[in-house]
């Protein structure tokens, strides 16, 4: 059964910058996962933002993300970086981290949280104006 480990977060001002970490073990090399990320806004449900196929490095990232958000590999393990540039208020809320290695390689395209079935705990990022 998968593991999944969060770190990073924080508090920063509009404009700033942070970095989240992913790891994921209990992976083998033959059946590469999808790694999604998702953000729960205050109030709101939570919402997938973008994925990666540990396999093949395609990625997906949501409208609301997109051009400031990037999403890096780091080396033969399981580990994702995500690189949040440009951070905005709207950009508050709980990050988590899921993976899943059962779905179709098509399913890691959108970010869907019942396509995730190993979930890390959610770090906080709060953007101030």
């Known amino acids: 059964q998968a593991q999944v480990g969060l770190s990073g977060g924080g508090s920063v001002q509009a404009g700033e910058s942070l970095r989240l970490t992913c790891t994921a073990n209990?992976?083998?090399?033959?059946?590469?996962?999808?790694l999604g990320w998702f953000r729960q806004a205050p109030g709101q449900a939570r919402k997938g933002i973008a994925t990666?196929?540990?396999?093949?490095?395609?990625?997906y990232y949501d409208s609301s993300v997109k051009d400031r958000f990037t999403m890096t590999q780091d080396g033969a393990e399981v580990t994702v970086h995500l690189q949040m540039d440009g951070l905005k208020p709207e950009d508050t809320g709980m990050y988590y981290c899921?993976?899943?290695?059962?779905?179709?390689?098509?399913?890691?395209?959108?970010?869907?949280?019942?396509?995730?079935?190993?979930w890390g705990q959610g770090v906080q990022v709060t953007v101030s104006a």
């Open positions: 209990n992976y083998v090399r033959s059946r590469p996962p999808c």
């Open positions: 990666i196929h540990i396999g093949t490095g395609a990625t």
């Open positions: 899921a993976t899943d290695a059962r779905r179709p390689r098509e399913a890691c395209e959108e970010a869907r949280e019942d396509n995730f079935g190993f």
